[in-house]
């Protein structure tokens, strides 16, 4: 059963390439609407400053190859090996910084996984990530419709 789905995604990938968003960039993008929704719902419900999910800081990736300068209200900020500690410093050298994990086939579902870690970060560079909370973001296969269709999301956190 997963090798017919993996081949299902990858020939909906193939026959996509003439769009300006791959399907897998697209799953990504559902995806990160429905973070950013949880942002809302879920993070801030539990945090003691709401600012600081105020904006998106995200790992730099390979996995998405068009990633937005916003979503929703949320500006977007792109993180990589150049701007990490300028961006950490532009913000007190503290800030959530969001990983973005592979998407995995579990149970004939596609799951993408977001990690806000909480970043600190010392004069020196030192980067220390704290781990508190995670969110998965569930598709399933509609095969009338023939593509993947968002499921659910499940939070969770230590």
Known sequence: MKIIIIILFLFGTMKSNAQSYSETDSLYLIAFEKYSIQLDSFYTKYSENNEQYSMIFIERTDLIKNVPDSIGERKIVTLNNKNLKEVYKRYAWKLIQLKVFPIEIKKGQIEITF???????DKKGKLNLGLSGWTNIY??????????IYDRTENGGI
Do not use: A, L, S
Not at 139 to 148: E, R, S, V
């Open 139 to 148: 598709f399933q296969y509609d095969c009338n419709q023939k593509k993947w």
């Open 115 to 121: 990690i806000p870690y909480h970043g600190e970060m």
